[in-house]
């Protein structure tokens, strides 16, 4: 029979965290509870959706959990209903004791709330990763690689492996990032600093923006462990786990070019705020796209839209060499591609009006490129 005390604010956070895991809308109703297992080191609460799943340890030892353990024990809670009764609680310290038939009583402050619970017989086990040889990366780095890429990524279902994020380490050190919708690229490189073994995996999109949510910046780094169809990435107190895409992502690295018939370095701000310009334009039309035309040395932007307006803007730009161009595309790729970037300048380069043009840093500072494919138009 449970009982505990605990800081509400701390615990509320580590509620939030773990019910990213959890989906409100789930086939199987056991799997929008949460899981409150109570050990004398701790409090271990676990969500999940069958797709990730979270473990989140709250320690005896973390003095501002101020975490007091009467009795240990197990217990499943409907999730939302039971963050936002603790939400909902007075005071800054929780008091919790099961009582019987998998009731809890909460007491903060002068309020009393019982719960009903559930048995966590019911609940499906995580499926085991061994932890053994782990990739350890940087937190901020790990979240920077999957804001650069996570984009790019599809959100149609009818093709699954292009949802994912592909992420391949060869030679023992080199680490690659890659997402393409079919209409747009997006890829970072790096050398890791130690060897470790050779991968090549696909991480679904969702689950890494989940990762990004869940780990916090004040988290230093973390351990990643593979298994056949499983990842698993864990710091101190959490562990997350996702399903991997079963199937053969296409090969992106045959699109690249190495040639190029136009290179032109803009201000990524100023590009990408005439771009946000086009776009209120452009969304209003049928066809949505933007035409950029490289003319004399002159670099504008053109929309055209019966129903609304007209964008016609010349664009600043830092260096132009090549050939005069008419290309149009998507500006909301553009935009998002220009997001995606850290430096204050963008190297933009075209080989013709119907092949997809890349963007890389101005500065050079990273080893990032992303591609877009125009739009053919009359």
């Not at 056991?30 to 409090?43: A, C, D, F, R």
């Not at 040889?133 to 149609?156: D, G, N």
């Not at 292009?162 to 209409?183: C, I, P, R, Y």
């Not at 230093?220 to 499983?230: G, I, K, P, R």
């Amino acid at each position: 029979m449970i009982q505990f005390s605990i800081n509400k604010n701390l615990f509320l956070q580590a509620l939030n965290a773990t019910k990213r895991a959890i989906s409100s809308k789930n086939a199987i109703p056991i799997l929008s509870t949460i899981k409150i297992e109570v050990n004398p080191n701790g409090i271990t609460l676990t969500g999940s959706n069958g797709q990730i799943s979270i473990e989140n340890f709250i320690s005896t030892s973390n003095q501002n959990a101020g975490l007091l353990i009467t009795s240990v024990g197990s217990i499943l809670l409907e999730a939302s209903f039971f963050i936002n009764i603790v939400s909902s609680l007075p005071d800054v310290n929780i008091d919790f004791k099961e009582i019987e038939q998998q009731q809890i009583v909460l007491t903060s402050g002068k309020s009393e709330i019982t719960l009903k619970g559930k048995d966590v017989e019911h609940y499906p086990r995580i499926q085991e990763v061994a932890a053994s040889k782990p990739l350890v990366l940087e937190t901020k780095l790990l979240k920077s690689l999957i804001s650069e890429t996570a984009f790019a990524a599809s959100t149609q279902e009818s093709r699954p492996i292009l949802t994912g994020v592909h992420l391949v380490l060869s030679q023992n050190k080199e680490f690659k990032a890659v997402a393409t919708d079919s209409h747009r690229m997006s890829q970072r490189k790096l050398t890791l600093d130690k060897m470790t073994d050779d991968f090549d995996v696909v991480i679904p999109s969702k689950s890494l923006r989940e990762f990004s949510a869940v780990f916090t910046d004040d988290i230093e780094s973390v351990e990643v462990f593979l298994s056949n169809n499983q990842m698993l990435f864990r710091s101190e107190n959490i562990s997350f786990y996702t399903r991997l895409l079963e199937g053969n992502y296409p090969d992106t690295d045959r699109l690249l070019m190495n040639q190029f018939e136009t290179e032109i370095i803009f201000k990524t701000q100023a590009l990408r705020q005439a771009m946000e310009r086009a776009y209120l334009i452009s969304n209003a039309t049928q066809n949505g796209t933007v035409k950029l035309e490289i003319n004399s040395g002159l670099v504008s932007a053109h929309v055209n839209s019966p129903e609304v307006g007209k964008v016609n803007e010349e664009i600043d730009t830092e260096h132009l060499v090549g050939e005069d161009l008419f290309i149009s595309f998507n500006p909301t790729y553009l935009i998002e591609a220009l997001k995606a970037l850290k430096s204050d300048t963008v190297r933009v380069q075209f080989v013709s009006p119907v092949r997809p043009f890349t963007l890389t840093p101005g500065d050079d500072s990273e080893n990032f490129i992303q591609l877009i494919t125009p739009v053919r138009t009359n």
